[in-house]
């Protein structure tokens, strides 16, 4: 793959304004090239820039990207895809390169959008992945900039998109065919989430929080289990909901949600993996005092029983991970309860969802009522090795799969032994 120098910054230029119309009349190109990078001070202005003028998840922010970027491990070689058009930056990402060996004499190139191919380091686990795009121009920019990383590999290479949605993968599985390189989908899932606008139709009620409807939306098992469980919670104290407002708040509730996980996955959770924690410690550092973070504690009678880490993005709140107190008694639902309080205050600050992310867990599809497509694909060549490599590898998800269900028991972390289901992590990022 093309490398070229240190990054170009773009500086803004308000006044360009028409002349980018102009382009986008009469169809200009877009050119598009990779280099590696080498300032990341000069890339974080011309990345908020495009930023500004962009419709985009909160993986493609700043606060995310620059976060990662600034904790990434060694041998990620990061780049990056300048798309422009008329001398001005319409699409940004970060790729990296990795060297991976396999059946092949020689190694071959890995190419990854958004990660880095340290499996540890990117049990981080992105979704809503893409290329930061300028506001109407986001279909040419995909489809430029997937065109030149194709047009890139060589006939080893692989290109990774992981969590991307359907637009994404359409275009890339496009460019793959006008190129000659397979499309290889390794998975297909849905982020299943809590769409506000869809609430008070269900319930005849008026969507908001203290009306009761998100609760009265809820199937009939579920609604009852929630509240037998904030009964039996109110029979020992207050119950109350607490959004941390101070970044020492919040990271010492991270501390809670930390000890909460690691006591119920142990050697299989997340605060295994040494980069997880600086990593996130850094991101709600950062994040707290724009209120881009959301730490939260479910408390009864000022007892933590759940902590919910959330992204909160363009009037959307993802849930990345949680913690909860489980006790003996299985009608007490740490998990439910904590979920329906964070959803009831986002629909208060008036919100417009609260997505629950990839990964199956049984509270997602009891407490959600939409769902986002997503994927995780590899484009390549159609090699001997690479279809040798495939076999190997769904070879070792079905065994993989036996294995679990015959390791499974009564005490085992499933993401279907609690009716308050297992935090999200147990499938995605444990």
Known sequence: MAAGHVVSVIE????????????????????????????????EACWTELEARATHSFYLSWLWVGTWLDHLPRG???????????????GLAIVCRRTVWSLGAHGRARWLLGETGDAGFDRLFIEYNGILAERGLAAPVMA??????????????ELVLSGIAPDLEATATGVADRSGLLTDVREADVARWVDFTKIGAKSG???DAKSGSYRASLGRSTRQAINRAMRLYAERGALEFQV???????????????????????????????GFRPFHEDLIARGIPSGAIRMSRTLVAGQTIGVLYNFV????????????LYEPDGRLKPGLVSHVLSIEDSMSRGERGYD??????RHKSQLANAEHAMTWIVLGADTLERRIEERIRRARQVLGRFLRRQT????????????????AEAVQRP
């Not at 430029?144 to 290479?157: G, I, N, R």
């Not at 993005?313 to 909860?324: M, P, T």
């Not at 629950?356 to 867990?361: E, H, I």
Request: net charge negative; hydrophobic share 40%.
């Open 244 to 274: 941390m407002e101070t970044t020492s708040e919040a990271l010492a509730a991270f501390e809670v949600l930390a000890g909460f996980h690691q006591s119920r996955w142990g050697s299989k959770g997340s605060f295994v993996n040494p």
């Open 313 to 324: 993005h363009e009037g959307h709140v993802l849930n990345y991970q949680s913690g909860f």
């Open 12 to 43: 803004p230029e308000p006044d360009r304004a028409a002349s980018v119309e102009q382009a986008r009349r009469h169809d200009a190109p877009i050119d598009v090239r990779i280099e590696p990078l080498q300032d990341i001070a000069k890339l």
């Open 356 to 361: 629950f992310l990839a990964g199956f867990a």
């Open 205 to 207: 009620a008026k969507s």
């Open 144 to 157: 430029a900039c997937l065109d030149a990383l194709a047009h890139s590999l060589s006939a080893s290479d």
């Open 408 to 423: 499974s028991g009564p005490t085992a972390p499933v993401a279907t032994a609690n009716d308050d289901g297992c935090p």
């Open 76 to 90: 990620a070689h990061p780049h990056v895809l300048i798309a422009q058009t008329s001398g001005r930056t319409v």
